[in-house]
């Protein structure tokens, strides 16, 4: 096969396509990642090449996971590079990133990356006049953002698919967590006509919450702004 901008391969001995095989970027305010998921069945290596056939990623299942039939699905992500987003050339690292990664045509069917990058969602409320978090009304919590409607970059518009909102007690903490070690987290998706969110009353208790405000974009890149609150 001819390889190009950054595909997924099956070792030689493996025809089965992917069921699902995904190439992504998110930027949050603070640094941007590369994110790779493959789902299939019964396959035992997965490699990425980049724009020059040079190999970026080998991934292998040995002995007992390789005798037990290999992989089906595969998660992971690149270590960010952190930049602040207040400081003057914020955006000179993205477009690094971008050409390091350059954006091509579909290959196979296996996976697409594109450049179109929306916009970080602005958040409206909660946020503070000061230093502290911002107090929430138990009785009205709601989580506000404008549309995202242009790309990070400024240069053309977005179509977003939908706005994910990712929630979070982070005090207290709870003394047996749970999965990932969070004490309560909620993730609700919303349609892209949605840019309010209230917050069921039932999840939540007094202490200190971050939330996420995820816009993703068609093409399945998303950015993500963060925020705060504190629920007496």
């Known amino acids: ?90 955006d000179e690292p993205v477009e690094d990133f971008l050409k390091r990664w350059p954006n091509g045509p579909d290959l196979e069917g296996e996976a697409t990356l594109s450049h179109v990058l929306p916009a970080l969602p602005r958040i409206v409320s909660p946020v503070s006049a000061g230093e502290e978090p911002p107090v929430v009304d138990p009785d009205n919590p709601v989580i506000d953002w404008e549309p995202v409607t242009a790309r990070f970059t400024g240069r053309g518009p977005v179509e977003i698919f939908e706005y994910q909102v990712i929630l979070d007690l982070v005090d207290p903490e709870r003394s047996t967590p749970w999965v990932d070690g969070g004490p309560r987290r909620a993730l609700i998706n919303l349609p892209p006509d949605m840019t309010e969110l209230t917050v069921p009353a039932g999840f939540l208790e007094p202490g200190s919450y971050e939330f996420e405000i995820l816009a993703i974009e068609m093409s399945g890149n998303s950015t993500i702004s963060v925020g705060e609150f504190v629920l007496d």
């Open 1 to 90: 096969m001819t390889l190009s901008t950054p595909t997924f391969v099956y070792a030689e001995e493996s025809e089965t396509p992917f069921g699902t095989a995904v190439l992504i970027m998110e930027l949050t305010d603070n640094d941007i990642e590369l994110q790779v998921f493959a789902d299939g069945f019964d396959y035992t290596r997965l490699n990425i090449f980049d724009p020059n056939e040079r190999k970026v990623f080998d991934g292998r299942a040995r002995g007992r996971l390789k005798r037990q039939g290999g992989l089906s699905e595969v998660f992971f992500a690149s270590e960010p590079s952190h930049y602040l987003v207040d400081e003057p050339d914020f």
